[in-house]
């Protein structure tokens, strides 16, 4: 592992024009951290399911920055060549202040490589905003958890034709921001990274798989 | 204990199993099927009806029609 270096966006983008498979991983501490880091997974996303997996919670609506920032630091002592992202989470990012705000916070005191956010095509302003400073930022289409304050659970878009069309369209909208590629996508939605392709189960588009 | 720091090795721990071996094993069995294509197959998927998808490539503006064939 001697000669190993770092995964950067740029890392995966080339791996992306090669057509190579990206792999993620999430990861709330230091040991999670370092197993992943030594599998050779590309990225470890500090997902705000520290609340509920990390945590035993019964939600993890109640996760703050603050804890996001503690949790990032550990994983990033495990991970020193993988791309560490870290989610925003729950109400970090309502307004363009906060979301850079916070998104700055998760780089310089966690530590992290570039943030995730559970972002459609309302949150375009928002993913603009942190891109243009600089803050690498991973979208995210298909099952949204920060959303089961409105369906009491977590639901699985994409299964009829209007919705797997909503999430072609926000998959278009993030590619034309110049996301990287987000992660679980449902029935029916995006191909190749971002590309949409319907008709193709999006089962060769998974790209976290929480532990 | 577990065998998950294995730089910690204090004379006063026993260690009865090597977790960090059996967790760095599942984790590059993952990445290999993942880079292969072996994992997920449909078994690990969710898909769309027939119909609804028939639907929704009616419905695709000319514009996602494009981002389709790439």
Known sequence: MSTRSKVTTTTLKAKKQRGQKITLLTAYDFPMASFIEQAGIDVVLVSDAVGTVGNGRPEAVSVTVDEMIYHTRAVRNGARYSLVVTTLPFGSYNRVEDALHNATRLMKEGGADGVHLEGTRQAGNLVQAIVSAGIPVMGHIGVTKQKIVRAGRIQLPGRTAESAREIIQDALEMAALGLCPGRRMPAGAPGRDHHPQPGHSYHQHWLRYAL | ?70
């Open chain 2, 1 to 70: 204990m577990l065998g998950l720091y294995k730089e910690l090795a204090p004379r006063f721990l026993k260690v009865y199993a090597d977790l960090s071996q059996t967790i760095v094993g599942a984790l590059t069995d993952f990445r290999q099927e993942v880079e292969s294509g072996a994992f997920p197959t449909m078994q690990h998927s969710y898909s769309i009806e027939d119909e609804e998808l028939a639907k929704l490539l009616a419905q695709l503006s000319s514009h996602e029609r494009i981002a389709n064939s790439e």
